[in-house]
Structures are given as C-alpha cells and as structure tokens.
T-cell receptor, first 117, second 113 residues
Framework: DTEVTQTPKHLVMGMTNKKSLKCEQH?????MYWYKQKAKKPPELMFV???????INESVPSRFSPECPNSSLLNLHLHALQPEDSALYLC????????????????FGAGSRLTVL | DQQVKQNSPSLSVQEGRISILNCDYT??????FLWYKKYPAEGPTFLIS?????DKNEDGRFTVFLNKSAKHLSLHIVPSQPGDSAVYFC????????????FGKGITLSVRP
C-alpha cells in the first residue's frame, strides 16, 4: 500500500460548525504533515507530526487543531473557521521526517477541498 | 519572502521535444531539491530529487540539473509526452530531523500532441 488516503474529498461548512478532516497511511511512515494550498499558490506547511508527537506548528490559528491518534492516522479538527480558510488541505507522510540521510520524500494524499460559507 | 521561485507560470511544448522547467532558490542552507508533479484533483506526486553535493540526477526521461553557485536548478523531460501535462512544483529542504519542504509556486506544463 503506497497511498495516503484523505476523507472527505469535499467539505462545505458554516463558520459555526465543527468538522474534521481525516488522513490515513499504511506505509509505516513515522512523519505526517498537513499542508494548505490556495488556488495558484504553492502548498504551505501547517503542522508536522514526528513519531506521533507534534514537532512543527507553523503559527497556525487555534481554530485548526491537529491530532495524531496513532502512527497511521492524522486528523485536522476545524472549528469556527473563516471564509478565507477555504482551500485544499493536503495530508502527506514520509519515512522519518528527514532524520536519516537522504531527501525527505513526502507522499501526498489527493486532498480535501474545504469551503467555508 | 519566497525562498523557492518558479518565475515562469506556464510552458507549452510539442510532443517529442524537450521540456525545461526552471527553479531558483535563495537559501544556501538547502541540502535537497525535489520535483513534484500535480494533476487536477490529485495530490502532488514525487518525481525526482537531487542532493546539493551533486550536479545531475537522471531517472528515465527526467533529469534534474543543479547549479549551486547560481542557486538554480532545472528539470528536463525528454521526450515530452501529452501525459506529462500537469503542474510541476520545485521544492527544497534541509537535511536532518523535522526538515520542512518549501515549495515554489509551480509551472503549468502543456504538451501539445
């Protein structure tokens, strides 16, 4: 299994809703990532989990709350979002977050397209 | 401040010809450079990488060249095929634990049959 699976593919939510994005990988990767991508822009890093511990938070607003229940799963809990948070949210995983030598190659999921009304 | 720059937003080439996609970077601490390809409605897919201690890496039709003194790299696709039409992202990272991947804005490649 060489895939990163993200659900749901599309999500529409109001500003008062609470929802979650889910990500799963079964490649034995120990680092998992959330990226945000707006149209015509590069993916921007939000969070990194390494060995199930949060290792990087790129100053993301608290209305985004990541969770890593185990080494295969990564969630992004959403609450009180703003319309400008509408974007494609990409999950990725890598073998060890770059701890070993060699390029830190990320495997991405297809993304969850979020629309905040 | 964009540390990885892809200044040309798009490129159109004829099938069978060479596609050359360029990328510049500003951070001399980057150790690895990667190219990703992205089709619509899919996530980015890893293509090829190069270490900063090398100047060339080849994988089938794809070759990446690195000019460290100019802080410039390029991806060559030979021969180009219509299925190569996609958005190509250049990315860079430092080695070590918790290394972050910094992406350029991407180049849209169109290969005409």
């Amino acid at each position: 299994d060489t895939e990163v699976t993200q659900t749901p593919k599309h999500l529409v939510m109001g500003m008062t809703n609470k929802k979650s994005l889910k990500c799963e990988q079964h490649m034995g990767h120990r680092a998992m990532y959330w990226y945000k991508q707006k149209a015509k822009k590069p993916p921007e890093l939000m969070f990194v989990y390494s060995y199930e511990k949060l290792s990087i938070n790129e100053s993301v607003p608290s209305r985004f709350s990541p969770e890593c229940p185990n080494s295969s799963l990564l969630n992004l809990h959403l609450h009180a979002l703003q319309p400008e948070d509408s974007a494609l949210y990409l999950c990725a995983s890598s073998q060890d977050g770059g701890a070993a030598t060699g390029a830190n190659v990320l495997t991405f999921g297809a993304g969850s397209r979020l629309t905040v009304l | 401040d964009q540390q990885v720059k892809q200044n040309s937003p798009s490129l159109s080439v004829q099938e069978g010809r060479i596609s050359i996609l360029n990328c510049d970077y500003t951070n001399s601490m980057f150790d690895y450079f990667l190219w990703y390809k992205k089709y619509p409605a899919e996530g980015p897919t890893f293509l090829i990488s190069i270490s900063s201690i090398k100047d060339k890496n080849e994988d089938g039709r794809f070759t990446v060249f690195l000019n460290k003194s100019a802080k410039h790299l390029s991806l060559h696709i030979v021969p180009s095929q219509p299925g190569d039409s996609a958005v190509y992202f250049c990315a860079a990272s430092r080695s070590g634990a918790n290394s972050k991947l910094t992406f350029g804005k991407g180049i849209t490649l169109s290969v005409r049959p």
